[in-house]
C-alpha cells in the first residue's frame, strides 16, 4: 500500500533562517506530488505541484521553492523565513491520472518567531 | 467569485441529527469531486468521492448537480465522532479545496 511520510511534525525557526521540509512517498511510482499551505483559520493554498522529477509548478509566487530530485522526494524550502510563513504544510500525492483524489502526509506545523 | 465555496459553519447539532453541506465551485469545466474530513490539528483525509449519479456510504450520502456547480453531503444519524471539518474539493487541473465548513456534534 502506498504510504507518506512527511517531517518534521513541529517546527519553530527563527525568521531569516532557511526552510527544508522533506515528503517521500512509499509504494507508487510517477506521483503527483503536492505541497499546501493551510494558515490558521483559512482554506489550503496550492503552494508547488510536480507531475515528475525536477518538474515544479509553482501556484503563488513567494519566497519559498520547491524542488523533486527523485520520483518519490518532494522538498519545500526557503533561504529567509518570514513571519508570514507561520502555517501548517502538508505534502500530498495522487496518482498520475489527472483528477484523481489526494493523500497527504501528517503535516509540518511551521512557527517563525 | 471564490473558486470553491462553502457554508461558513460551525454546525452545532446533537447527536442523531442529520446535517447537510452544501459546496458550489465557479469552473465549469471540472472534472472530479470529493468530500474531504479534516480533523483539528490533523492532515485532511478523503471521506468521499462524489459522483454525477450520487453516491452513499452509510450514513454519508454526496450529491452533485453539474448544471447548478453545486455538490452536497448528508450525514444521517450523526455520532459525537463525526464532529471535524468537512472540506468540498473539486478537480481540475489540481484539487481546488475550499474553506471547510466545522461540524461540532454534542451529547
Known amino acids: 500500500s502506498q504510504t507518506i511520510h512527511q517531517w518534521p511534525a513541529t517546527l519553530v525557526q527563527p525568521v531569516g533562517s532557511p526552510l527544508s521540509l522533506e515528503c517521500t512517498v512509499e509504494?507508487?511510482?510517477?506521483?503527483?506530488l503536492y505541497w499546501y499551505r493551510q494558515a490558521a483559520g483559512r482554506g489550503l493554498q496550492l503552494l508547488f505541484y510536480?507531475?515528475?522529477?525536477?518538474?515544479i509548478s509553482s501556484e503563488v509566487p513567494q519566497n519559498l521553492s520547491a524542488s523533486r530530485p527523485q520520483d518519490r522526494q518532494f522538498i519545500l524550502s526557503s533561504k529567509k523565513l518570514l513571519l508570514s510563513d507561520s502555517g501548517f504544510y502538508l505534502c500530498?500525492?495522487?496518482?498520475?491520472?489527472?483528477?484523481?483524489?489526494?493523500?497527504f502526509g501528517q503535516g509540518t506545523r511551521l512557527t517563525v518567531v | 467569485r471564490k473558486e470553491v465555496e462553502q457554508d461558513p459553519g460551525p454546525f452545532n447539532v446533537p447527536e442523531g441529527a442529520t446535517v447537510a453541506f452544501n459546496c458550489t465551485y465557479s469552473?465549469?469545466?471540472?472534472?472530479?469531486f470529493f468530500w474531504y474530513r479534516q480533523d483539528c490539528r490533523k492532515e485532511p483525509k478523503l471521506l468521499m468521492s462524489v459522483y454525477s449519479s450520487g453516491n452513499e456510504d452509510g450514513r454519508f450520502t454526496a450529491q452533485l448537480n453539474r448544471a447548478s456547480q453545486y455538490i452536497s453531503l448528508l450525514i444521517r444519524d450523526s455520532k459525537l465522532s463525526d464532529s471535524a471539518t468537512y472540506l468540498c474539493v473539486v478537480g481540475g487541473s489540481t484539487l481546488t479545496f475550499g474553506k471547510g465548513t466545522m461540524l461540532l456534534v454534542s451529547p
Open positions: 510536480s507531475v515528475g522529477i525536477g518538474q
Open positions: 509504494g507508487t511510482s510517477n506521483p503527483n
Open positions: 500530498a500525492w495522487s496518482g498520475a491520472r489527472v483528477n484523481t483524489e489526494a493523500f
Open positions: 469552473n465549469s469545466a471540472s472534472q472530479s
